[in-house]
């Protein structure tokens, strides 16, 4: 995955670098140059302060229009009606600069995949559940999917999982929240308020093959 940064000062640009030195073989930083974006070699383009001003929606609508990459703010406040607007202005997501280096690698991979992220107001509230019950992400999106009516077969096919990896994980998320059926799951899901309708109400859907 190859990601370039727009309007990014120079110290943004050496984090991200060693944040991603941290997972070889999964994220490339590429040099942002007009030559490059308008190559199709890019997969996504963070954008430095892309949400925090009329004049930096305009520029937002720029970079959209230049690019076939995936568009997305990068920023330290995230405000629900400004990634609303962003998003309206053709970003692809919104990703926050307080990430951890695998947290914003994985975000990353999400985005370049096509699968949605949390809105604004559910961010906050997810990581919370996830921290009370000691769910990892992995565990957390598989009772996310079992909510929508996804069979554990169609998990694995989305995930690129195995079907035995899937049912592992099902297995550690259905004791940490204490149930032992898939009903029973469902009920604990809807009851914290995991949303079960997919975007665009839609199966998500994994990696391309």
């Known amino acids: 995955m190859r990601v370039s940064v727009k309007d990014g000062p120079p110290l943004v640009n050496a984090g991200l670098r060693r944040m991603f030195l941290q ?3 999964r994220v490339e930083l590429v040099e942002w140059r007009l ?5 199709g070699r890019l997969d996504v383009v963070l954008v430095d302060r892309a949400v925090d001003s009329g004049a930096a929606l305009e520029r937002l609508d ?7 990459a995936k568009v997305v703010p990068f920023v330290w406040e995230i405000d629900a009606e400004e990634v609303a607007d962003a998003i309206a202005a053709g970003a692809a997501g919104y990703l926050w600069k307080g990430l951890e280096a695998h947290e914003l690698v994985d975000a990353l991979e999400e985005i370049c995949w096509g699968e949605p992220l949390p809105r604004p107001e559910q961010s906050q509230r997810y990581r919370h559940l996830m921290d009370e019950f000691g769910l990892s992400k992995r565990e957390f999106e598989v009772l996310t999917l079992i909510a929508r009516g996804v069979s554990n077969q169609e998990i694995a096919d989305s995930a690129f999982l195995s079907i035995n990896s899937v049912k592992s994980y099902i297995r550690g998320a259905y004791r940490k929240i204490g149930v032992t059926r ?3 799951a469902v009920s604990w899901a809807l009851h914290h ?3 079960p309708t997919p975007a665009s109400g839609e199966v998500p859907t994994g990696r391309p093959r």
């Open 23 to 25: 997972h070889p073989g």
């Open 35 to 39: 030559d490059v974006v308008s190559s």
């Open 62 to 68: 720029r970079v959209v229009a230049t690019t076939t």
């Open 182 to 184: 898939r009903a029973q």
């Open 193 to 195: 308020g995991l949303d």
